[in-house]
């Protein structure tokens, strides 16, 4: 279902890390995933994404995935007839309009979600999050995580009511991966005429340095044209990482986070901030792909290429 706001969005933003090496993220999206499985939480990311289309004239696709249950024998089910595919297909029409675009898949959900993002071709994936926590999450994990470690592209994870955007919260520690989502976050804000603040929140002041020299820096490597369209601000707390930035976000419609790469044999133990976020806020949580490792392992500090071009 395709969602052209009246004239589309007035700017476009093209962010491009080290071009020599083709990582490049647009804002707006011109195509939207949504991942649908009929939950409330699922419902809440068809709400969020159509009010991101209509802003974006953006087009618009919802894939539901039926989860395989294996039988005693390990082996995938039989095909589902036509009459059980038609009714499905009817089931989720009904939730999400007679005119959406949906495509209705069996298997892992992940995988065939990002397989099908891949395939379309999508600028951004929407998806839905039941926040488990605990033993529950070890065992069953979960899709939205898998998704975002997964994604070529950035994700959404939507929560609460979908809203105009206008307030946009990117933490950062200065490393080069979280400059490269503070400066897609200032990018969303400078298309969506949003405020975009730039949080630190340091567990060890003593480590963070000069935090408004850092800041400064920050915001002069911003192009200029981004600075014009959009309202900067900036913001630093002492205190856990993860809790700092839920408070922070306490009034804003979008916290930008990047996504890391992380070993699954650790993700039992362990959970990056963006899970701890993800798993925690009460709004929407966007997750920006970090760059390619390579990228930074022929660079140090923040000896590295960033272009962004607005028009």
Known sequence: ???????????CATVTWNAQEGFMLRFPPKKILVAFDLSGASRTA????????EACGAALEAVYVEPWQMGVDLLPPPPQTAASQKRLR???????????KIAILHGDPAPRILSMARRRHADMIVVGTHGRKGFERVLLGSTAEAVIQGSPVPVLAARGR???????????NFTPHSEYGFT?????????????TALHVSDDPIWSGNVK???????RRLPAKIHKHCRLATRASVGEVAKGILRAG???????LVAHKKSPILDAVFATTLEQVLRRARIPVLSVPSPVESIFAARSG???EQVVALR
Do not use: N, T
């Open 302 to 304: 923040h000896e590295h």
């Open 184 to 196: 897609y976050a200032a990018a969303a804000a400078a298309v969506l005429e949003a405020r975009v």
């Open 162 to 172: 979908a809203r105009a955007v206008r307030s946009i919260l990117a933490p950062v």
């Open 1 to 11: 279902m395709d969602l052209p706001s009246p004239g589309g969005p007035k700017r």
């Open 90 to 100: 009817a089931k989720v029409l009904s939730a999400l309009g007679a005119d959406a």
């Open 213 to 219: 020299v850092r800041f400064s820096r920050l915001l």
């Open 46 to 53: 068809w709400r969020h994404a159509v009010a991101l289309a």
């Open 250 to 256: 306490r009034g804003q419609d979008w916290i930008v």
